[in-house]
């Protein structure tokens, strides 16, 4: 018998080494090369099953019932997996249930593969039944050929599929589970999400879904500290798409990551047992769903990360590439203005001059006199006559619609579980997504969209997450069900969108649900403030918002007008009194990148100031597509020296490189700046081309660094290409 054993767990062991064999050079760096080196494969040799691509393995055994063993980080050999856990749980009727997973691991610090066949599972288990394999499709149905992107189709991978019954011993008959995982080519990134589907007869209520549970090495030991206070497992990055509350940042919009304690792992070095060493994916509040017979739910999905650096910039530059492969339409990054309208005739002065300084897009701003829930006949005809008009002049145009943080009316405000009335929200005061306003506000939304013409959303306030307590919106049954009912009501209205090509500018982090962008952070009334202390103040936004973003997911304010108060110091009107410090906070914002809402009633009143529009949207769209690449950061702004950054793209295949020097000083300075160019691929040496006009051959250390030495004049800024 021991033999037998030892034999299996060879078997396990070889089956695992021959499959990381096939992995290619760990050379390549996969942030610096494309796709092809790490294609995604599933092998399966009798009861393992391995999803790989080189970068990220995951492996599983199926008997007697299916678990994961293994979740390797195949750039730096880390081992995840300490423990075997259920690949979810699901709360059915106020009961929970394991689906899969196996019992029988006495010690739980490590897993040893010949202890695995000795695991026994429990009759009141979800069993696996079968797996299947398939080609990975992309979360949206985007049309990616209707805007300037810099990735027009989600990354490729292949997705493995488990399929689960309900445990006989229960009243669960006609109940199937399916747990999916998708690996990604090129990226060390998986996908996890769970489908219930109700075969039999009966009504089961969902009350909860946890999609994933790790038993994870813990990031630090330590004899006394709680879960809160303790270091997580940094080689692990999870996100899912189940995120609000207009934090503008995806660690502050999470609702769904959960780090808890291990009572069972008994050897850990914590007195308490308080190491935080398992991770749960959930959403906080609970499903809370009734699942008819025919029906079928889907959980949250969850993104799973590996990251193989502690260094801030790659950490960043990880997350960034997971945005472009598996959500493309973040890369959409049009060129358009913020105007504030009394009438039509605004409008389509605004178009013309859109038209004629080469940008690509009019948004009617807050403000404005657009109102898109009005769908009469003559409202949305003389809509549609502007969106002709735009589409004439080759201009996108969108407009401006506020859901929450408003009051619409005792029956369809969120009723406050604690209060059992209206306010008390997120935002103080606002309506219910499953109220009838709620369910006819968007289908107005689809039905301006679909009668005008209009080509994006500018969607202030989506749903924040506010639970409801009514019993009398027909949208949901009660408090338990109203936070996961207005959230997917809002995602089903950002997928229809999403589908159409319409763009989506929403202050909360619904990216993966189909939104486009969202604010990159800053103060409002700091626009009141004196232009010399905005400049410096935006390139600190700018500087704090791209670690973890991709430049077009984000947009920046510049008001044209006074806003939020403030003195002739801080507007920009008249425009063509104030033109380097448009020209300044254009280029700052175009350099990095970001589009910024220029907001007002006019882009010019000038020719000279027309040209000096003219000119920076020349100028960035012939570096547009290195300027939409990932941002390194050089040095932040302080107001005492120099501050900038730089693009870089590998797989570019002319300009590998564009940085931007400021200096805010009143004099002018010269400094030499070391240049961190291991991310533009190249080695040896490179090409530097300052201001269009200055060549200069760089050596490369054996890092990709170079220093330069540069004169920046006075309160202005200078900027290079790399080739």
């Given at each position: 018998?021991?033999?037998?054993?030892?034999?299996?767990?060879?078997?396990?062991?070889?089956?695992?080494?021959?499959?990381?064999?096939?992995?290619?050079?760990?050379?390549?760096?996969?942030?610096?090369?494309?796709?092809?080196?790490?294609?995604?494969?599933?092998?399966?040799?009798?009861?393992?099953?391995?999803?790989?691509?080189?970068?990220?393995?995951?492996?599983?055994?199926?008997?007697?019932?299916?678990?994961?063993?293994?979740?390797?980080?195949?750039?730096?050999?880390?081992?995840?997996?300490?423990?075997?856990?259920?690949?979810?749980?699901?709360?059915?009727?106020?009961?929970?249930?394991?689906?899969?997973?196996?019992?029988?691991?006495?010690?739980?610090?490590?897993?040893?593969?010949?202890?695995?066949?000795?695991?026994?599972?429990?009759?009141e288990d979800f069993s696996y039944v079968k797996h299947e394999i398939s080609d990975l499709d992309p979360l949206l149905p985007w049309k990616g050929d209707k805007w300037w992107s810099t990735h027009k189709v989600a990354g490729k991978g292949k997705v493995l599929t488990f399929t689960y019954a309900a445990p006989a011993a229960v009243p669960l008959s006609g109940i199937e589970v399916k747990v999916h995982y998708a690996i990604y080519d090129g990226i060390p990134l998986i996908s996890k999400w769970v489908t219930v589907k109700n075969t039999g007869n009966q009504t089961v209520q969902i009350n909860q879904v946890i999609n994933e549970k790790l038993a994870l090495v813990e990031e630090e030991s330590a004899v006394v500290g709680s879960v809160d206070d303790m270091k997580k497992q940094h080689g692990l990055y999870v996100e899912s798409n189940f995120a609000f509350n207009n934090a503008m940042r995806y660690h502050l919009s999470d609702q769904s990551l959960h780090w808890k304690a291990d009572s069972t792992y008994t050897s850990q070095v914590n007195y308490d047992l308080k190491t935080p060493a398992i991770m749960e994916v959930y959403p906080t509040v609970g499903v809370g769903t009734k699942l008819a017979p025919k029906d079928s739910f889907s959980s949250i999905r969850s993104w799973e990360l590996l990251m193989d650096?502690?260094?801030?910039?790659?950490?960043?530059?990880?997350?960034?590439?997971?945005?472009?492969?598996?959500?493309?339409?973040?890369?959409?990054?049009?060129?358009?203005?913020?105007?504030?309208?009394?009438?039509?005739e605004q409008v389509y002065t605004a178009i013309d001059q859109c038209a004629a300084t080469g940008y690509e897009a009019l948004i009617l701003s807050f403000g404005s006199h657009v109102n898109m829930e009005d769908t009469t006949a003559g409202n949305l005809a003389a809509l549609k006559k502007i969106a002709d008009y735009a589409h004439r002049k080759n201009i996108k145009i969108g407009a401006y619609s506020l859901f929450s943080s408003r009051k619409i009316s005792e029956a369809d405000d969120i009723i406050n579980p604690k209060t059992g009335k209206t306010g008390g929200t997120f935002f103080g005061n606002a309506p219910c997504f499953g109220s009838n306003w709620g369910i006819g506000y968007a289908q107005r939304i689809k039905t301006f969209f679909e009668k005008t013409g209009f080509d994006i959303w500018e969607n202030d306030g989506p749903f924040p997450g506010d639970q409801c307590a009514s019993t009398n919106h027909p949208g949901h049954h009660g408090l338990e069900d109203s936070q996961w009912v207005q959230f997917n009501m809002q995602k089903e209205l950002y997928h229809w969108?999403?589908?159409?090509?319409?763009?989506?500018?929403?202050?909360?982090?619904?990216?993966?649900?189909?939104?486009?962008?969202?604010?990159?952070?800053?103060?409002?009334?700091?626009?009141?403030?004196?232009?010399?202390n905005q400049r410096i103040l935006n390139r600190q936004n700018i500087f704090d918002a791209l670690w973890e973003q991709n430049p077009s997911m984000g947009w920046g304010f510049v008001p044209l007008t006074a806003y939020q108060g403030g003195g002739k110091e801080a507007v920009l009107e008249p425009l063509n009194e104030h033109l380097e410090d448009y020209r300044q906070l254009m280029m700052q914002y175009y350099g990095a990148g970001i589009q910024a809402c220029y907001r007002g009633p006019r882009l010019y009143d000038t020719e000279q100031t027309k040209q000096t529009v003219i000119d920076v949207i020349q100028w960035y769209k012939k570096y547009r597509n290195i300027l939409n690449a990932d941002l390194i950061h050089l040095r932040r702004a302080d107001g005492r020296d120099w501050d900038g950054f730089l693009h870089v793209n590998a797989t570019a295949a002319g300009i590998k490189g564009l940085g931007m020097l400021f200096n805010p000083l009143k004099t002018p300075i010269t400094r030499t700046v070391v240049l961190p160019l291991y991310y533009t691929g190249l080695s040896g040496s490179a090409k530097m081309t300052f201001d269009d006009k200055t060549v200069k051959n760089a050596s490369l250390d054996p890092l990709a660094k170079t220093a330069v030495t540069i004169t920046i004049p006075a309160e202005s800024y200078r900027w290079f290409t790399v080739e």
């Open positions: 018998m021991r033999f037998k054993l030892f034999l299996i767990a060879l078997t396990l062991i070889t089956a695992e080494e021959g499959f990381a064999q096939k992995k290619e050079p760990k050379s390549q760096d996969w942030l610096i090369s494309g796709t092809a080196a790490y294609q995604s494969r599933i092998a399966v040799d009798d009861q393992n099953i391995v999803l790989e691509n080189g970068l990220v393995r995951r492996s599983f055994w199926v008997r007697p019932n299916a678990f994961c063993y293994d979740f390797t980080n195949l750039i730096t050999e880390q081992q995840l997996i300490r423990a075997v856990q259920p690949e979810a749980l699901l709360q059915l009727n106020g009961k929970w249930y394991n689906v899969g997973g196996v019992d029988g691991q006495k010690e739980r610090a490590y897993l040893r593969p010949e202890w695995m066949p000795t695991f026994t599972t429990k009759p650096s502690y260094d801030r910039e790659r950490r960043g530059l990880a997350i960034r590439k997971m945005y472009r492969t598996i959500a493309p339409w973040t890369t959409a990054n049009p060129i358009f203005m913020h105007l504030v309208s009394k009438k039509d969108l999403n589908a159409r090509g319409i763009y989506i500018n929403s202050p909360d982090w619904y990216f993966l649900d189909g939104s486009n962008k969202t604010g990159i952070g800053y103060r409002e009334v700091n626009f009141s403030l004196p232009r010399e």
